[in-house]
């Protein structure tokens, strides 16, 4: 089946620094990938959504400039959060959308974000 | 989208069948059924999805009543890995190139007790 990566599985920061995740398509070139945020014992809210080659669209009340996202290639996303603050501690998972008979979205393991 | 209604929590014995219900009241003739879990700490992982047959693969087995207005996921034998969230959604797979993305509800904490 299809294998989405991330990396890395968890990063502690200061507030105020900026943490980069990476979102990789293993074994299939995805066009587009999503990236989703959940809180503790929240469900996976959709944060926004890259095409490969163009710029990402955000979900309402997701501020573009404070996590953004770069799809430079067919197998890469990443996801940056800017001056991370507490508030933004969260765990990130990315997803990529998978044609063909399911055309659905396999789901990476998700990166554990803890700023201080 | 169809709304989807799911009990937040259930039990099962491990080795027993697990039978996850899900409501899809509002569903319309071109939305599919599907399943996800998520276990903690861990990505979605996709287990199955049908339109209007009943479908069976290597996880689980997937019934949709007739009129498709409710479903039921089975776990054969649960073991304890089977213990996670467990999310229906009903979405729109396109046949002319858009897609639909996937949302989740609040899903169905299932427990797998020994």
Same mark, same amino acid.
């Given at each position: 089946?299809?294998?989405?990566?991330?990396?890395?599985?968890?990063?502690?920061?200061?507030?105020?620094?900026?943490?980069?995740?990476?979102?990789?398509?293993?074994?299939?070139?995805?066009?587009?990938?999503?990236?989703?945020?959940?809180?503790?014992?929240?469900?996976?809210?959709?944060?926004?959504?890259?095409?490969?080659?163009?710029?990402?669209?955000?979900?309402? %009340?997701?501020?573009?400039?404070?996590?953004?996202?770069?799809?430079?290639?067919?197998?890469?996303?990443?996801?940056?959060?800017?001056?991370?603050?507490?508030?933004?501690?969260?765990?990130?998972?990315?997803?990529?959308?998978?044609?063909?008979?399911?055309?659905?979205?396999?789901?990476?393991? %998700?990166?554990?974000?803890?700023?201080? | 989208?169809?709304?989807?209604?799911?009990?937040?929590? *259930?039990? &099962?014995?491990?080795?027993?069948?697990?039978?996850?219900?899900? /409501?899809?009241?509002?569903?319309?003739? /071109?939305?599919?059924?599907?399943? +996800?879990?998520?276990?903690?700490?861990?990505?979605?992982?996709?287990?199955?999805?049908?339109?209007?047959? /009943?479908? =069976?693969?290597? *996880?689980?087995?997937?019934?949709?009543?007739?009129?498709?207005?409710?479903?039921?996921?089975?776990?054969?034998?649960?073991?304890?890995?089977? =213990?996670?969230? +467990?999310? &229906?959604?009903?979405?729109?797979? *396109? /046949?002319?190139?858009? +897609?639909?993305?996937?949302?989740?509800?609040?899903?169905?904490?299932?427990?797998?007790?020994?």
């Amino acid at each position: 089946g299809a294998v989405v990566s991330q990396h890395p599985s968890w990063v502690i920061c200061k507030s105020g620094t900026s943490v980069k995740i990476e979102c990789r398509s293993l074994d299939f070139q995805a066009t587009t990938m999503f990236w989703y945020r959940q809180f503790p014992k929240q469900s996976l809210m959709l944060m926004a959504t890259s095409n490969e080659g163009s710029k990402a669209t955000y979900e309402q %009340g997701v501020e573009k400039d404070k996590f953004l996202i770069n799809h430079a290639s067919l197998t890469l996303s990443t996801l940056t959060v800017t001056s991370a603050h507490p508030e933004d501690s969260s765990f990130y998972i990315c997803s990529a959308r998978v044609y063909g008979f399911l055309d659905t979205q396999y789901f990476g393991p %998700g990166t554990r974000l803890t700023v201080l | 989208d169809a709304k989807t209604t799911q009990p937040p929590s *259930m039990d &099962c014995a491990e080795g027993r069948a697990a039978n996850l219900p899900c /409501n899809h009241s509002t569903i319309s003739g /071109n939305e599919y059924v599907y399943w +996800y879990r998520q276990i903690h700490s861990q990505g979605p992982q996709y287990i199955i999805h049908g339109l209007k047959n /009943n479908e =069976t693969n290597e *996880m689980a087995s997937l019934i949709i009543t007739e009129d498709r207005k409710s479903s039921t996921l089975i776990l054969p034998h649960a073991t304890l890995r089977d =213990t996670a969230v +467990y999310y &229906c959604i009903v979405r729109v797979v *396109m /046949n002319s190139g858009g +897609y639909q993305k996937v949302t989740f509800g609040t899903g169905t904490k299932l427990q797998v007790i020994p």
